[in-house]
């Protein structure tokens, strides 16, 4: 069973910086595609950026571009969410998700992940 686990979140004024870390288990780790997303209250959990399972072609969304950038380090089996000039609509509970295809896509609907975790709190005041 493959386990995720989110770090890094943590409370912090529009346009500081933080970086999110997301440690997956398993020696494959470097055949999947790595999502994050998040999820503001009342709101449903979008799909922010990704990086294939190369290291390569990163995507974002618009509203982070220039902003956040998503790296990975596969001999330590980590993904990294690095984000810059946070603005207050940025704060979410922040999830990292594996794909269940080896050498898939980048992919942004969650029913596309297969492995999850518990979620990173990112708490952003104006």
């Known amino acids: 069973q493959v386990q995720v686990a989110e770090s890094g979140g943590g409370s912090v004024q529009a346009g500081d910086s933080l970086r999110l870390s997301c440690a997956a288990s398993g020696d494959t780790f470097s055949r999947y595609s790595m999502g994050w997303f998040r999820q503001g209250p009342g709101k449903e959990r979008e799909f922010v950026a990704g990086?294939?399972?190369?290291?390569?072609?990163?995507y974002y969304i618009d509203s982070v571009k220039g902003r956040f950038i998503v790296s990975r380090d596969s001999h330590k089996n980590t993904v990294y969410l690095q984000m810059n000039s946070l603005k207050s609509e940025d704060a979410a509970v922040y999830y990292c998700?594996?794909?269940?295809?080896?050498?898939?896509?980048?992919?942004?609907?969650?029913?596309?992940?297969?492995?999850w975790g518990q979620g990173t709190q990112v708490t952003v005041s104006s």
């Open positions: 998700a594996i794909r269940g295809v080896p050498f898939g896509s980048i992919a942004l609907r969650t029913d596309d992940y297969a492995y």
């Open positions: 990086i294939q399972w190369g290291g390569t072609n990163p």
